[in-house]
């Protein structure tokens, strides 16, 4: 049973639970409950993992791209400015990075479903440089005939040579970051593009009706009015991509934004006008006839697939490359070195630069299902039922009752299903189930 005073995950009562449930939302700790490796131990291992098959049950591949044109003031990712020179030495070293390793029996072996380019910016790479390096995937990584292929992109510098350049050497699903289509929203944030750049960009894209094109917004800016938001819905709606995501503003450490929010220069959303943004969006895009694919994605059409993002949810293995990717292979979890220099030198001494290790414990599958679970909305209790797990029905129920009573679940046996509410706070679901999963195992640390 578990030794955790549960009715501190319960909900606030009484005042609609999408802007109240709880007083702050917790973040999604993808490692949670690792154990570190010693840094003495790290090639050993490393070299293990690359020495054995690769798993059969479905991988994935990331690319990162650490460039960006500018550091807009949200954003968490930014590391370094974009140059061409910096950029095409990047590219030479991310094409030995995937040449080096890919006779490796952990690369050979078992198929890769999705590859993510993601960053920073990968559209700020040149045509030439992205033909070249998406070459080099597709001749050395094992991709399944009809693997995902992403790239992550901005308006601003990703022109039509690019776009084709892309398109040609396999890309098949393109996410365009926009957050808003307000210009002076836009603007203060760093986004370079005007609305009306935004939405031709956008138009031109899908009219090619060559990828599966997927828009970010981002609902919580500074200055982004509930009206400003409804007009973004709207517009999306309209240019009528592939997918949408809808996510909720993250102030986070350190960033331009949270540093003038700390400084008292700017307020943040509360919380309350956060849920009613998101609900609102849930309802549009619910009401156009939008498939909710994951808390904070929706489909339109059926080439959307979100291989990459759902998968990562469940805890199937990455193969990472580029300054600052991170991957997981079996239970062992690793970062490629974040820092450009160290990353380059080390390519160009012949060696993957690792800037950690860790393991999971027993409880990690268990983890992994109740966030896959909680991420598509939906989670049968049976599916945590496994032989170290101690009666799931009295560890969960309690819970899930007041939760079901405060209007963030529907229970139905042992299915649990999410409402718009529970969406909006389901990482405080997921980290609440974690730490009750936490105080079931005394080996809970055990690797
Ligand atoms: C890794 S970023 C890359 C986006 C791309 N470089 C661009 O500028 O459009 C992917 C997405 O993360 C989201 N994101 C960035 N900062 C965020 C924050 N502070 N809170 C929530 N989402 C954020 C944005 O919607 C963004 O499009
Ligand atoms: S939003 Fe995109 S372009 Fe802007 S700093 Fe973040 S990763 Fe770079």
Request: proline share 5%; glycine share 10%; net charge neutral.
């Amino acid at each position: 049973m578990s030794a955790v005073d549960i009715s501190r995950f319960f909900a606030n009562d009484g005042r609609g639970a999408i802007g109240n449930a709880f007083a702050s939302r917790r973040a999604v700790m993808p490692w949670r409950g690792r154990q570190p490796v010693a840094n003495g131990d790290i090639d050993t291992i490393w070299r293990h993992l690359m020495s054995r098959q690769g798993s059969s049950q479905g991988r994935l591949a990331y690319i990162h791209v650490p460039f960006c044109a500018n550091h807009c003031l949200f954003c968490g990712f930014y590391r370094n400015a974009y140059t061409a020179p910096g950029a095409t030495a990047y590219a030479d070293r991310l094409i030995a990075e995937i040449e080096r390793e890919a006779t490796e029996p952990g690369v050979r072996h078992g198929a890769i479903n999705a590859v993510y380019l993601g960053g920073g910016t990968p559209s700020a790479l040149s045509a030439r440089d992205l033909t070249r390096l998406l070459d080099t995937v597709r001749q050395h990584l094992p991709l399944a005939p009809d693997c995902e292929i992403t790239l992550e992109g901005r308006i601003v510098h990703f022109d039509d040579d690019k776009i084709d350049a892309c398109i040609s050497a396999g890309v098949n699903r393109i996410s365009v970051g926009v957050q808003t289509f307000d210009t002076m929203v836009r603007r203060r944030q760093g986004r370079r593009a005007s609305k009306e750049e935004a939405i031709r960009f956008l138009t031109g894209l899908r009219d090619r009706n060559r990828v599966a094109l997927v828009v970010d917004l981002l609902y919580g800016l500074p200055g982004q009015t509930p009206e400003i938001w409804r007009e973004d819905l709207r517009i999306a709606a309209d240019i009528a991509p592939d997918g949408v995501d809808l996510y909720g503003l993250n102030l986070i450490p350190g960033t331009p934004l949270q540093r003038a929010v700390a400084a008292g220069k700017l307020h943040p959303t509360p919380l309350q006008d956060l849920g009613a943004m998101y609900e609102a969006g849930a309802l549009f895009f619910a009401k156009a006839g939008w498939r909710q694919i994951s808390n904070s994605h929706w489909a339109r059409t059926p080439r959307e697939r979100n291989i990459y993002n759902l998968c990562i949810k469940q805890g199937v293995d990455c193969l990472a490359y580029g300054s600052g990717a991170g991957g997981t292979i079996g239970r062992y979890g690793y970062s490629v070195a974040g820092d450009l220099q160290r990353y380059n030198a080390a390519i160009a001494a012949g060696y993957k630069p690792l800037d950690g290790m860790n393991v999971s414990d027993d409880l990690d599958p268990v983890r992994h299902r109740v966030a896959a679970g909680f991420e598509v909305g939906r989670l049968d209790l049976a599916d945590l039922a496994l032989p170290h797990i101690p009666d799931v029905d009295a560890l969960f129920t309690p819970l899930l009752n007041q939760w079901q009573r405060t209007g963030l679940v529907t229970l139905d046996g042992n299915l649990v299903q999410l409402t718009i509410a529970g969406r909006f706070w389901y990482s405080n679901l997921i980290a609440a189930f974690n730490d009750i999963l936490a105080g079931t195992l005394p080996n809970a640390k055990s690797v």
